[in-house]
């Protein structure tokens, strides 16, 4: 069976930081495709950041360039989120997504496999 956990969530002030992490089991993970997205009540689930197999490439969604970073230790199947100047339009619960290897992130139809979410909660 397949298991995603997101950690890291939590309640930082505007202009902070925070780091989540998404440690997976049950399946290959260094063969994974991974990705980060977000959603708010009432709105539809949305692309973050997106990360290889191999880490060698990456995306990001418009809104978060510059500021936070995607990364994957595949000896400790984890793959990390690093959001640094934070505002309070990224409040939001966080999801990692699993899918097979490819080059392309933003379809969230595409990851066959999710984490239960953690919040994060950016204060003004």
């Known amino acids: 069976q397949v298991q995603l956990v997101e950690s890291g969530g939590g309640l930082v002030q505007a202009g902070g930081s925070l780091r989540l992490s998404c440690t997976v089991s049950g399946r290959t993970f260094s063969t994974s495709t991974m990705g980060w997205f977000r959603q708010t009540p009432g709105k539809e689930r949305e692309f973050v950041a997106g990360i290889s197999w191999n880490g060698g490439t990456t995306a990001y969604a418009d809104s978060v360039k510059g500021r936070f970073t995607i990364s994957r230790d595949n000896a400790k199947n984890t793959v990390y989120l690093q959001m640094n100047s934070l505002k309070p339009e990224d409040t939001a619960i966080y999801y990692c997504?699993?899918?097979?290897?490819?080059?392309?992130?933003?379809?969230?139809?595409?990851?066959?496999?999710w984490g239960q979410g953690t919040q994060v909660t950016v204060s003004s």
């Open positions: 997504a699993a899918r097979s290897a490819s080059l392309t992130f933003m379809r969230k139809s595409e990851y066959g496999y």
